[in-house]
């Protein structure tokens, strides 16, 4: 069976490079699914959770935006940060999230890095749960 080469690559290091069968990546927009055979694709991402399935096994990440090219079955992600699902500390982005909606804001830059701050916290619970969920059904 043909399989998909994912590389994910952060400013700090690569943080993943191996075959996988399927690729769910966060769009800015929504969600896209990636198989084998996918069409050439640049994309922008969003802060959510990417999903890599390798036979049964099923591993999760939480990519904090970034952009994705698909071409001729390899994956190359391009994020500020890669976190494994099960590494995401839940207190911490609750927090992030409590302090982001007190955040001021009154001009339109305050008001940009806000709602940024809240889409990344939301991001990261989200992806904390889902694979919670998943492993305790």
Do not use: W
Not at 27 to 41: C, K, Q, R, T, V
Not at 125 to 132: D, E, G, H, I, M
């Amino acid at each position: 069976m043909v399989q998909l080469k994912c590389t994910i690559v952060t400013p700090e290091a690569t943080a993943l490079d191996r075959l996988v069968d399927f690729v769910a990546l966060p769009l800015f927009d929504g969600e896209i699914g990636i198989a084998p055979g996918h069409s050439p694709l640049i994309g922008r991402l969003g802060y959510g959770e990417m999903r890599l399935r390798d036979g049964d096994a099923v591993s999760r990440f939480y990519l904090d935006g970034g952009f994705v090219q698909v071409i001729d079955d390899k994956i190359s992600v391009l994020t500020n940060h890669a976190v494994p699902a099960d590494k995401i500390d839940e207190a911490a982005a609750e927090e992030m999230l409590r302090a982001a909606l007190e955040r001021d804001a009154n001009t339109p830059e305050s008001i940009e890095i806000r709602d940024r701050l809240v889409a990344q916290a939301r991001g990261q619970l989200r992806v904390s749960r889902r694979a919670r969920e998943a492993a305790h059904p």
